[in-house]
């Protein structure tokens, strides 16, 4: 597995950010084990319906706090009470902010039993933890995407998991890029405009083009803005046979292995009517479409050997820029407003919007 050292990232191994790390349904009041950013994790929802991640393994003695059967805990259902967790092997109970709350056998309760627990939020039906190196508060907002989720007329996502790959995350953010394989691997054709903008944690790629197969006529311009949030989500705003919601997101299982998921909602009318069945399989079948879009770049991505530098030609896209905006991520906040003012702007690939608007 190629890591973040080995491109030259910055001082961490993981970056800052919001990340996936299951769907709501995951997350129940018993207790499951996760692994992600190379580290044990466990994941319960308290009785209120906040969902929690902490640390996997008991201050104590070590246990793991969720890969257990056979304890009494376990048994008599009282690993989870109110938003508290308690350990399996000898009761220690943690409360949400992972301090030692209970020790059935002992009143004095050492200041040191104190679980490493990490911020989260729930959303679209899925959740999402904040994994800092450094570990501060988040300093930027976990996306509402599109506020589509709860938006009459749209059919909620049913996500597509895309796998866990041995690839570093980088050389998928490299996409945003990309403008050289849209022809080849997506089928694009006839580009008009291919552009990234850098605005601190966030990149855009503006993006407009004719497709074979995706627009309703032939000479039909297809015009997308999408847009990374930190390192690792990615959302974009479609028009097309329906206008649709893209989101794609991946989160560092080890240094340089992720998981990925792709989730699309659909508009399938503007809420003033019921969703019906047909309307329901429409919107699947849509996302389908787009699962398989993304499963070409996936292709790529699971054969590939990693590339620390790409040999660029002056009309590639700018992967460099990318990945210096990307750097931002593996490196101390005091470093952020230098990196921005390094990568904020805009930078164009290509251009022909006067030309063909005169042609
Ligand atoms: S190891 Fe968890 S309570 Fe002892
Ligand atoms: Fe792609």
């Known amino acids: 597995m190629a890591k973040s050292s080995d491109y030259r990232l910055g ?51 070590g246990a793991h706090l969720a890969n257990n059967t056979t304890s009494y805990i376990v048994r008599d259902g009282e690993q989870v009470e109110g938003e508290s967790i308690r350990c399996p092997f000898h009761g220690w109970q943690y409360g949400p902010d992972g301090a030692c709350k209970n020790i059935p056998y002992s009143d004095f309760v050492p200041k040191a039993a104190k679980l490493k627990t990490f911020p989260v939020t729930e959303r679209a039906g899925t959740i999402w933890m904040w994994y800092d190196p450094e570990g501060l508060e988040p300093n930027f907002d976990l996306p509402n995407f599109g506020g589509h989720w709860d938006e009459p007329g749209w059919v909620r996502w049913r996500l597509d998991f895309m796998g866990d790959l041995n690839i570093h995350p980088i050389e998928v953010v490299d996409n945003m890029a990309d403008f050289g394989h849209f022809v080849p691997i997506h089928g694009a054709k006839d580009f008009v405009y291919f552009a990234n903008e850098f605005k601190d944690h966030i990149v855009h790629q503006y993006y407009a083009a004719g497709h074979r197969t995706l627009v309703q ?105 990318v990945r210096t905006w990307y750097k931002q991520f593996y490196n101390p906040r005091e470093k ?24």
């Open 11 to 61: 001082e961490f191994d993981f970056p800052r950010g919001w990340f996936m790390v299951g769907e709501s349904a995951e997350a129940t009041r018993t207790p499951v084990a996760m692994r992600y950013f190379g580290q044990d994790l466990v994941m319960y929802r308290g009785e209120s319906g906040q969902v929690y991640v902490t640390e996997a393994y008991c201050p104590h003695m």
């Open 217 to 321: 006529n032939p000479d039909d311009v297809l015009t997308l803005d999408t847009w990374y949030t930190g390192p690792s989500i990615l959302q974009s705003e479609m028009e097309g046979t329906f206008d649709s919601f893209i989101m794609i997101t991946h989160t560092p299982i080890e240094d340089g292995k992720i998981r990925v998921w792709h989730g699309l909602m659909v508009q399938v009318n503007d809420g003033s009517s019921p969703i019906t069945d047909e309307l329901r399989a429409a919107a699947a079948e849509y996302q389908e479409g787009s699962r398989l879009a993304f499963a070409q770049d996936v292709e790529i991505w699971q054969n590939k050997r990693a590339c620390f530098n790409p040999l660029v030609i002056p009309n590639d896209g700018p992967y460099g820029k």
């Open 336 to 359: 952020l407003p230098d990196m921005h003012k390094r990568s904020n702007g805009l930078h164009v690939t290509l251009d022909k919007r006067a030309s063909s608007a005169a042609a």
